[in-house]
Each structure stands twice: as C-alpha cells, then as structure tokens.
Nanobody, 115 residues
Framework: VQLQASGGGLVQAGGSLRLSCAASGSIFSINVMGWYRQAPGKQRELAATTTRAGYTNYADSVKGRFTISRDNAKNTWYLQMNSLQPEDTAVYYC??????????WGQGTLVTVSS
C-alpha cells in the first residue's frame, strides 16, 4: 500500500484547509484510514480515523472542526479542517492499517496556521 498526501499549506487562524490522501496498491486490505499529526517538539498524535464500516473517531481537540471522509471510487480519503487555530500547526500524516494490522504511512504534509 502506498499513500500520497497533499493539501497542506499556510492559512490564517479561522481558515480552512482540506487534506487528501490517495491510496494505491493492495487497497482492498485496508480496514482503517486516517490522519495523524505531529507538532514541533511533540509526539505524533491521532487527529481522525475512519473505518471501512464507516465508523469515525476524532481527537478531542479537533471534534466539531475537522471532518474525515472518503471517496471509495477514487481510493482517497480527506480531512476537512475548519476553524483552524495556531495549535493545529503540524505535519499531517495520512495513515492506513490493513487486515493484518500492518500500518502504512504517507509522507507528511505541513499545515501552518498563523495567528
């Protein structure tokens, strides 16, 4: 499984961005799709995940502001980020886990929120 993330950039506080993660390879085996983020000097943390069955999970810090969705036809999932705040500044990584519990990571995409 290969993951290609895109959509990061610089935005002012209160603005919005949408991240995309395009998957290729043995995508039929993927059960969980999501986004993690790593702020400078901090550990990587979960932002949002979704499962093939449609369940979603969000970090408390992004609930109500971020929405994860997917387009099965395009083998792509998205993270719509609204009401961005400076504390959302981080490198965002798309993630997938397959039915053997193998984790896959895309390259990071930098999101910078200016105050």
């Amino acid at each position: 499984v290969q993951l290609q993330a895109s959509g990061g950039g610089l935005v002012q506080a209160g603005g919005s961005l949408r991240l995309s993660c395009a998957a290729s390879g043995s995508i039929f085996s993927i059960n969980v799709m999501g986004w993690y983020r790593q702020a400078p000097g901090k550990q990587r943390e979960l932002a949002a995940t979704t499962t093939r069955a449609g369940y979603t999970n969000y970090a408390d810090s992004v609930k109500g502001r971020f929405t994860i969705s997917r387009d099965n036809a395009k083998n792509t999932w998205y993270l719509q980020m609204n009401s961005l705040q400076p504390e959302d500044t981080a490198v965002y990584y798309c993630h997938a886990r397959d039915n053997r519990l193998t984790n896959y990571w895309g390259q990071g995409t930098l999101v910078t929120v200016s105050s």
